[in-house]
């Protein structure tokens, strides 16, 4: 697949918000440097070096074809059989983040419900651990690959906002309060499965205890 420059232009942002936040301060900024110093055919032929993008022989692939596969790391918030959910790691709002379809879709209209269903799975984890106004779900497609932004909103945020790069670590801290906040509720619903189990247990006792005492059927 040929790339447009538009779509060079788009994978160029990608990789260099991915550098910010995977390496350290020098060694990011001479990456960056050397990737900005270079014109769409020296930059093409450095994506076809890294396998970012097909060859000849080789099949095309993006950048959210690279996270699914996990050739790039990301910080993966949820899953299902259809699409993953990760951490933006240059969000627009606290907690933004992205449905990837494992498949690449370049169509909204074609995207699968299951990409739905994680998004709003995804929006309800959001909402009991940040407690923004309001949740927008946003399309977005990069490199021919649709994506689904959950964007949090908490005063008047939106995909054009000033957007602040996060480390690893601090990914990991937001992903860690998410799991905090959601996973509260889980003891009680155990809990309650246990006395239903033993409810269910002694009721059956209670039946044993007085089918004992019945008297035989007599012909």
Sequence with gaps: MTQTKKDLENIKEKLIEHINSNYEKSQAEEFIKNIKGMNDEEFTKFLKEQGLIGGENQKSQCIFCSIIFGDIPSTKIGENEKAIAILDI??????????????????KEKLPGEVGKLAITIQE???????????????????????????????????????????????KKVKEKIEKETKKEEPKVKEKDNNKEDSEEKTKEEINEKNTWLPKRIP
């Design 90 to 107: 240059k969000p627009a709002s606290l907690g933004h983040s992205l449905i990837i379809p494992k498949e690449h879709i370049e169509s």
């Design 125 to 171: 984890k959001l909402k009991k651990t940040f407690n923004p106004k309001k949740i927008d779900l946003i399309s977005t497609n990069v490199m021919g690959h649709e994506v689904l932004n959950v964007l949090p909103i908490y005063e008047e945020e939106s995909l054009e906002s000033d957007r602040k790069n996060l480390t690893p670590e601090e990914l």
